[in-house]
């Protein structure tokens, strides 16, 4: 066989990748394909144990390993040489190569031969492309976490993982997050409203109320309800971030309102939901209301700013900033989704997916100290943004590496872990889907780089 090898340029140290690298024992909390391993160091001649992930999560095997160290380079590389079996033999190779300027390659390489091995071949080459893949996915995720933390150890590496399927369950039931109904004081006269479809600002004056994205169904009832009777107010203003119809259904509730939005919005909503907006052209943004770049506008006292984010989330996404005392609260939209697998549109109006982390770094630079409201998931802070983007930089380079390797999109979809990020599912039942999950956004994000809108 030729040897099953790959390699991935990390923004990390070599050093600092080798440290963290050396104690096997903490694989399986960034490598995916690791369940186990025994060892804290690499020392030359010692026994390597360790046991694999399966191939697929629902496979129920564990595939135990015992090798010997053959070769260990100190930031350099290991070695161990597989020959438990007799007519079986394994070498595995981890390398890292120093880059300089603080940056490294890390490579993984593996080779195997004997008649047991070739009797099985088709079964240990594609156990040995997914260690490659996925070994590959977790140095991405190291590069991540070294960027947001700034140093890779026990104590910023992710949790060690419980079994995939109670994971899997998790992620289901995280993904209810969005039911909860929540309103979060943030200054006098601001609050945010979580939950119900897209979160919700909402700023009062006197006895008028501006409301950014006023969600959808029997949530947007529920908002209208709690501003009218708790907050003895009327809705004069809605701002909506993007033409998604869990953030905009709920303008048809206040017919006849100033609704803000970028200039693009008004053509998606009819090109992409028609349904809803069809038989309800009050409810869409008024051409006068519509905005290219910026606006300023006092609501009362409130200074309120709307800023255009360029493509992120989707062609017309904006931001909305508004001061209370010295402090900035910024409703953000879905450029920043937090805690949840976010909604890769891949429509002709959709996501821009490098815009998009540029959207989420450019407002968490220069805003370090507000306070976001995401646009689905809890009140965040600038390093949540950050972590939003880091994610879906993981996401975008890990599809690109997979198609480098002539995946298709459903091979893609199976090569990508994206586990260790730790997000919730989450029910959309629109587009074209029924859930959120890692294979959409993978399969969506495929679609955007191979441009197939
Ligand atoms: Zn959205």
Redesign the pocket.
Known sequence: MSPVHGTVDLDVPADVLWQCFRNASLWPRWNPCMFWARNRDLVLGQKLIWAFEPLRWWYFYKLPGVATLIEVEENRKVTWEVTIMPGFYARHTYSIEDLGDGRSRFGSWEKAMGPLFRALKFFWVGHFIFVKDRSLQGARLLEAIYQRAGQLDESTLPKRRGLRLFQNLKALVGGSDLLNFQIVPLAPDVWAVLGGG?NSLVVKSGGEVLVVDPKMSIYARRLKRWIERDLQAKVTTIINT?Y?Y??TRGNKLYPGTRIIAHRTVPEAMYANDPGDWRDHPAAVPQSDNLIDQALRLNFGLHEIEINHAGQA??IGDVWVRVRAGDRDIIAT??FA?LEHYP?L?TSEYGANVSGWIRAARDLATKFPAATFIP?HGPIATAKDLLQHAAYLTFLDKSVAGSRHDGLDESGTARNVDLSSWQLSFVPIFHYGLWFLSGNTNVRSVYRLQTKQR
Do not use: L, R
């Open positions: 897209g993007h998604h869990d953030h989330h989707t939209g879905d989704t909604f549109d646009g």
